[in-house]
């Protein structure tokens, strides 16, 4: 199992590095890619076909979807290697009336993207079968529909846990519980200033969530451009004494 880090930067991309988009690779399977925010795209294309991969959303807000509408495009007029059929794709009960009307063809249509992904929307607690991966959306917290999600390996049981963007909740806990990677943001950073509530973490509470669930290692993601890197790690360390990162674009961590 491998995961990828396309990009990791919150809520606007940075200038190396692409907003949020992450590549989940097994042997002999098309691959998962989780989120697609601007960017992205540009970044797959170094690691992996865009057209052999399937592709799920925590939520939709623009830093985790918007080049979906450029994706929809390379899979269906490459000129030398198109989509051959479709992949799935899953994601808050809205995709499709939110992202359709951006790849339509004219203003008040809604392209139903059938032609490419067969979409179904999330569950909350159900596993969701994709090859050879199952993923478990788990609520979170946050102004729109939005999912934490948990990503297992049928094979190996190797798990990888993805917070999405979320303020703290139990489930957050449940659902990165004894996974190999936790992938956490952390948009809050040290946690100095006035922030809306129920919409965000802080380093100390990805620090939290990641010793509370006894997860095997922490990578911390999802700071904004202008966010303390060191002070962010600081606080998550005052709260996990596991291993911890930040996690870089370009990364590629195998388990």
């Not at 030398?80 to 939110?98: D, E, I, V």
């Not at 179904?120 to 596993?127: K, Q």
């Not at 956490?184 to 946690?191: L, V």
């Not at 969530?209 to 360390?237: F, N, S, Y």
Request: net charge negative.
């Amino acid at each position: 199992m491998k995961l990828t880090i396309l990009g990791s930067s919150g809520s606007v991309g940075a200038p190396t590095n692409p907003a949020s988009g992450y590549l989940v690779t097994v042997d002999n399977s098309p691959a998962l890619l989780v989120d697609i925010g601007p960017g992205v795209l540009g970044s797959l294309q170094r690691f992996h076909d865009p057209c052999d991969a399937h592709v799920v959303f925590s939520h939709l807000h623009a830093d985790h979807c918007l080049d979906f509408p450029s994706l929809m495009v390379w899979r269906r007029y490459h000129p030398h290697s198109p989509a051959k059929g479709r992949n799935l794709c899953f994601g808050p009960s809205g995709t499709l009336s939110h992202l359709g009307p951006l790849s339509a063809d004219s203003p008040g249509e809604v392209d139903d993207m059938s032609d490419t992904f067969a979409f179904a929307p999330w569950r909350a607690g159900e596993a969701h079968i994709i090859d050879r991966l199952s993923v478990v959306p788990f609520e979170a917290v946050h102004p729109v529909e939005a999912y934490c999600l948990r990503i297992t390996e049928h094979t190996s049981r190797k798990t990888i846990a993805y917070s999405g963007d979320t303020g703290w909740t139990d489930q957050l806990v449940e659902c990165a519980r004894d996974a190999d990677v936790f992938l956490c943001e952390a948009t809050w950073c040290a946690g100095e200033g006035d922030f809306p509530p129920d919409m965000h973490l802080t380093g100390a509470e990805a620090g939290r969530a990641a010793r509370l669930a006894g997860a095997k290692r922490l990578i911390i993601v999802h700071i904004p451009p202008w966010g303390d890197e060191e002070a962010t790690l600081a606080a998550a360390r005052a709260e996990y004494d596991g291993p911890i990162e930040v996690g870089r674009p370009g990364q590629v961590i195998e388990f």
